[in-house]
């Protein structure tokens, strides 16, 4: 079928966006979805600095690609072989698909499948097949995190996707499966904050702010929010944060070691950048644990002070999408959602066309937006 999409040619383009044009809106062939896989209208798809670090080149993937990865739609068609979803089902779609047999899905930890892994970064499904061409057929388009979402239609594996309720609106569901996936996960599941704990969260971003949200429904006493821009730091007032510090102030963390009295029993840090990080591993108390999501570009190092690690007993945690399982944790978090506890939707800046997407990547560089979704 033909099908409306967002292409990526190539990498690294200049910014502003909006001049460049590094991602064209196109028409491209999708096949129908082989064994296994299903065919999903897409309905919504968010904005992430994911995208961004593909279209800026710092985390390479093979080209031309088709990108977007946070989205949620409807089943349009079942492959063979998929009999636990029916035609009209809502669902989120997962940008690591999990096998469900290596032994890190073996371990409870899909987040880190290995043929996941492996298909995502040769820009394929989970089978191993791509499902998107060029008009001709002999040029193959890849997939991005098995989702390629910036569409109106895509072919993605069963295992790539959750069912969820019909009630929750397209532009809210999308959001939890990256954004809210990611920053709560990062608390609750990679932290496992409990009630009374104090908490700092670095970069306010989707992932941040969601992690901001986390950290208020799990209890913990104090969620200390840090960032550089002064109208993110007013947004993560309005959702709860105890205490707010700009990073750009020389003292931020004796600011936040004196917020916490000491340190934070948890730092996280979703800026991408290691003097972020550097600044989130200051801001732990002894014996504390710091927890990073950011992606900086692939060369960037953490200088650590050793003897801390041994002398404090201190934690230095990677978190990769929050170290969930998607089929456990997206209905848990829309429960959450649905009752109060979890305001996701005060997350979303707004919705634009599919043909604003370059300008969109604009505005979330330059920091104007927390979430932009495109409404398909």
Same mark, same amino acid.
């Given at each position: ?5 967002? !292409? ?8 502003? @966006? ?28 968010? !904005? ?7 279209? &800026?080149? +710092?985390?390479? *993937? ?14 349009? =068609? ?41 298909? +995502? ?12 061409? =060029? ?53 609750? &599941? ?15 971003? $989707? ?6 949200? $986390?950290? !208020?429904?799990? $209890? ?36 936040? *070691?004196?917020?916490? &009295? ?15 990080? =550097?600044?989130? @591993? %200051? ?17 960037? %190092?953490?200088?650590? &002070? ?5 002398? =404090? ?6 978190? @990769? ?11 848990? @978090? ?18 634009? $066309? ?23």
């Amino acid at each position: 079928m033909r099908i409306t999409a967002a !292409l990526l040619r190539e990498m690294g383009a200049t910014t502003p @966006y909006a001049k460049s044009r590094p991602l064209v809106i196109t028409e491209l062939e999708l096949d129908g979805p082989g064994r296994g896989e299903v065919l999903i209208r897409i309905r919504a798809a968010g !904005l992430c600095h994911s995208d961004l670090s593909v279209i &800026n080149g +710092n985390r390479p *993937r093979p080209m031309p690609m088709a990108i977007g990865h946070e989205a949620a739609g409807e089943v349009v =068609e079942l492959g063979e072989g998929v009999d636990d979803l029916a035609v009209g089902d809502h669902v989120v779609l997962a940008f690591v698909p999990s096998c469900g047999h290596c032994l890190p899905c073996a371990e409870g930890r899909p987040a880190l499948c290995e043929p996941g892994a492996a298909a +995502n970064g040769m820009g394929t499904l989970l089978s191993g097949g791509i499902r998107l061409h =060029e008009e001709d057929h002999d040029h193959p388009i890849h997939h991005h995190l098995g989702c390629s979402a910036f569409a109106d239609h895509a072919v993605v594996s069963r295992r790539s996707i959750v069912r969820i309720d019909k009630g929750l609106p397209f532009a809210h569901a999308a959001l939890f499966g990256c954004a809210v996936l990611t920053g709560v996960g990062a608390v609750v &599941n990679t932290a496992k904050v409990q009630a009374g704990q104090t908490t700092v969260v670095i970069g306010l971003g $989707g992932v941040g702010l969601a992690a901001l949200l $986390g950290a !208020l429904s799990a $209890g913990a006493s104090q969620v200390v929010a840090v960032d550089l821009s002064d109208a993110k730091l007013a947004i993560a007032r309005e959702l709860g944060a105890t205490a707010t510090v700009n990073a750009a102030d020389a003292d931020a963390v004796d600011a936040v *070691r004196r917020l916490t &009295n000491g340190g934070a029993d948890f730092a996280f840090e979703f800026a991408g950048s290691a003097r972020a990080l =550097e600044s989130a @591993y %200051a801001m732990t108390r002894r014996g504390g644990t710091t927890v990073t999501a950011g992606l900086p570009a692939p060369k960037a %190092a953490l200088p650590v &002070n050793i003897v801390s690690l041994v002398a =404090e007993e201190r934690t230095l945690k990677g978190s @990769y999408i929050g170290t969930c399982v998607p089929v456990r944790d997206i209905p848990r @978090y829309i429960a959450l959602h649905m009752s109060g506890r979890l305001p996701v939707d005060r997350l979303l800046s707004g919705t634009i $066309g599919l043909t604003e997407i370059n300008e969109g990547f604009d505005r979330l560089q330059r920091g104007d937006v927390i979430r932009l979704v495109v409404d398909l």
